[in-house]
Nanobody, 112 residues
Framework: VQLQASGGGLVQPGGSLRLSCVVSGTIFTINDMGWYRQAPGKQRELVAAITRGGVTIYASSVKGRFTLFGDNAKNTVYLQMNSLKPEDTAVYYC???????WGQGTLVTVSS
């Protein structure tokens, strides 16, 4: 299973980014996917994921600003990030929980 993440970059506070993660080597199921992030000096934390019941859960710090969604036809999961804050700066990783596979990470920097 391979996960290829992209879409990170430098953005000003209040701006938006959309991260993408293309999954290959397995049958893509959006319910298996999640996004995590790791800020400098901190542990990796859950940002958004879909439970087995199909409910999307978000970290309290991003709720209302970030949206996880997928495109089955493209084997891709996205993370739409709006109203970005400096504290959102981190390396963002996509995860396939069924195979416990991780993407390589994409750096998001929120700074003026």
């Amino acid at each position: 299973v391979q996960l290829q993440a992209s879409g990170g970059g430098l953005v000003q506070p209040g701006g938006s980014l959309r991260l993408s993660c293309v999954v290959s080597g397995t049958i893509f199921t959006i319910n298996d996917m999640g996004w995590y992030r790791q800020a400098p000096g901190k542990q990796r934390e859950l940002v958004a994921a879909i439970t087995r019941g199909g409910v999307t859960i978000y970290a309290s710090s991003v709720k209302g600003r970030f949206t996880l969604f997928g495109d089955n036809a493209k084997n891709t999961v996205y993370l739409q990030m709006n109203s970005l804050k400096p504290e959102d700066t981190a390396v963002y990783y996509c995860n396939n929980k069924r195979s416990d596979s991780w993407g390589q990470g994409t750096l998001v920097t929120v700074s003026s």
